[in-house]
């Protein structure tokens, strides 16, 4: 039992003790997320992880870290905080899943203007929850406040997880060869990326966010930007155990131009054919609201497709079935073909 208390330390802003109350909270979010791997609970000074390598005949660790960028800023906006941490599993946990990697645990870390403890929890729920989804333990992570240095309502929110592959198994595209197939996973919406030009496009901050648009299938604007980050990881993993895959890409901050290139060989290009990409209503909103040109658009958002898979051609139609049975919204978009432009777009 914990007995710390600063009385000097809480008139310069920073109450430890919301930080132990914190931590209790949420010790029943964490439980939902232990897996064969964890030795110890939450609350020493590291967190604590067994591997078990049987059936790994060089295990290779592969680390991811990212946030959820000023996505946040929404959630502050709305004051809905249990969705925001699924979007910062998702954010590191679809990275290391392009190589290959099975996730096995994550790290959180807030920044906090003042520690209200029931709104850490709820961040920290979401993130069990993001956790939940990948097969990831949360073993740990810190909740910090910092007076002075942003208002006390802000926060931010930031993620490490650590996977595990067998080198033997590392998605490296050395395989990837023109006539390959590329599969897009659907996404659920904006996810993490480009939030900056959304705030901009519909002066996030002086708007209705619960205003009902037509446009959005009878969802507020709010509701529809704060969709969390879809987590790719078991419906690929199911995909990676019976099938050859030759490239994955996590279609993140820079969309299609960006994200698409780094799964390839140099001399290669994916040639997307746009009638077949089913582009969210979210987008189609942001471009005309925004003024903004389809090669911006598809710079700057996923436009539907948070994951791009590419297989042999002639594995495709098994690859989509596989995709299908985990609940993945998957189609054949394009294909690879020799070229240096990295992804065209017609």
């Known amino acids: 039992m914990l007995k710390s208390k600063s009385d000097s330390y809480a008139a310069a802003g920073v109450d430890i003790t919301?930080?132990?109350?914190?931590?209790?909270l949420m010790k029943e979010h964490i439980k939902r997320t232990r897996n064969e791997g964890c030795l110890d609970d939450v609350g020493g000074f590291g967190?604590?992880?067994?591997?078990?390598?049987?059936?790994?005949?060089?295990?290779?660790?592969?680390?991811?870290?990212?946030?959820?960028?000023?996505?946040?800023?929404l959630a502050i906006l709305m004051d809905k905080h249990d969705t925001i941490g699924i979007d910062a599993v998702a954010m590191c946990v679809n990275d290391i899943i392009c190589c290959g990697a099975k996730p096995l645990f994550f790290l959180d870390y807030i920044a906090c203007g003042k520690?209200?403890?029931?709104?850490?929890?709820?961040?920290?729920?979401?993130?069990?929850e993001g956790c939940v989804q990948s097969g990831a333990a949360l073993i740990g992570g810190e909740t910090a406040e910092h007076p002075g240095m942003m208002p006390l309502e802000d926060y931010d929110l930031a993620g490490f997880a650590v996977g595990i592959v067998d080198k033997k198994k590392i998605l490296d595209n050395n395989t990837v060869k023109a006539g390959d197939t590329v599969i897009a996973l659907a996404s659920s919406g904006v996810h993490s990326n480009g939030f900056s030009l959304v705030r901009k496009v519909f002066d996030i901050g002086n708007c209705d966010l619960n205003t009902y648009t037509e446009e959005l299938n009878?969802?507020?604007?709010?509701?529809?930007?704060?969709?969390?980050?879809?987590?790719?990881?078991?419906?690929?993993?199911?995909l990676l155990q019976q099938v050859q895959v030759h490239a994955i890409s996590h279609i993140t901050g820079g969309g299609f131009y960006e994200n698409i290139p780094r799964s390839l060989p140099d001399g290669y290009s994916v040639k997307v054919d746009k009638s077949t990409l089913k582009i969210l209503p979210i987008f189609d909103l942001i471009q005309k609201?925004?003024?903004?040109?389809?090669?911006?658009?598809?710079?700057?958002?996923?436009?539907?497709?948070?994951?791009?898979?590419?297989?042999?051609?002639?594995?495709?139609?098994?690859?989509?079935?596989?995709l299908k049975a985990n609940g993945e919204d998957a189609y054949i978009i394009g294909e690879v073909i020799k070229s240096d432009e990295g992804v065209i777009i017609e």
């Open 18 to 24: 919301a930080g132990y109350k914190s931590v209790e």
């Open 47 to 73: 967190g604590c992880f067994g591997l078990n390598l049987l059936g790994i005949e060089e295990p290779v660790l592969v680390s991811g870290t990212d946030g959820c960028g000023t996505k946040v800023k």
């Open 115 to 128: 520690n209200y403890p029931e709104k850490i929890a709820s961040i920290v729920s979401g993130v069990c």
């Open 218 to 238: 009878g969802k507020t604007l709010g509701e529809t930007l704060l969709t969390p980050t879809k987590i790719y990881v078991k419906s690929v993993l199911a």
């Open 289 to 322: 609201v925004g003024g903004i040109s389809e090669r911006d658009m598809f710079n700057t958002f996923n436009m539907g497709v948070g994951m791009s898979v590419v297989v042999d051609k002639n594995d495709a139609e098994k690859a989509l079935e596989i």
